[in-house]
Structure formats: C-alpha cells, structure tokens
C-alpha cells in the first residue's frame, strides 16, 4: 500500500533535491527525510487532503497506524483530520524514496 501515490511523492522529493545546493545535499544528508518531509505540510486543507486520500483513505490508515504502532508503540495521528493524514502517510513513504537515494548516492560513490 505504501505504493499509493508513490511517484508523485517521489517527484515532490526530486523537485525539492533540484531546489538545493550539492553542498547543503552533503551536509545534511543525514537529514534530508527531516527537511524534505517534516518542516512543511505536503497538502494544506481538509477539501484538498480528502479529495488526495479519495477512495483509500482506509488503507491509508492502516499503514500509519501499522508503522507508528511499530515505530512508538502507540497511534497518534489524528483519523479525523484528512490533512494529517496525508502528511503522515507521505512522511511514511518519504522515508522509503530518501533512503532509495541515499542508497543511490552511495553506490554512485562506490563506483
């Protein structure tokens, strides 16, 4: 499920690594899921956060719930609120496309 708008969060990511100098990339390399994920709202606005969600949104749920029942032992997400929602899951699926480019970057380096 985390598939769910995956190249779409992957482009946000991309846009957002054209944005920055290869210096700060080095620098914060360790980082960059923080900068990219977790310092601005992917989607601003329940009507825009619901529409994105549309007919997953239960899935949706199911992965934030697994992943922070999994990561902090408790559920803290709001349900209610579709913006948090959205946020969450595309922080969830950032961790996943940051760590894709790290690996890339290393192997770019190791060749």
């Known amino acids: 499920m985390t598939q ?3 190249q779409e969060i992957k482009s946000h990511f991309e846009d957002f690594i054209k944005d920055q100098d ?3 990339i080095k620098d914060n390399l360790d ?3 923080y900068h990219c994920f977790n310092t601005d709202y992917y989607i601003i606005g ?3 956060a619901t529409k994105w969600l549309g ?3 239960f899935e949706i749920i199911e992965v934030i719930r697994n992943y922070e029942q999994d990561n902090f032992g408790e559920v803290n997400t709001d ?3 579709p913006e948090k929602i959205v946020n969450m899951y595309t922080y969830i699926v950032g961790e996943e496309i940051v760590s894709e480019y790290r690996n890339q970057l290393e192997n770019e380096e190791a060749a």
């Open 79 to 81: 349900f209610s609120d």
């Open 55 to 57: 007919e997953n949104v």
């Open 4 to 6: 769910y708008k995956y």
């Open 22 to 24: 290869p210096k700060w």
């Open 31 to 33: 980082d960059l899921h």
């Open 46 to 48: 329940t009507y825009e």
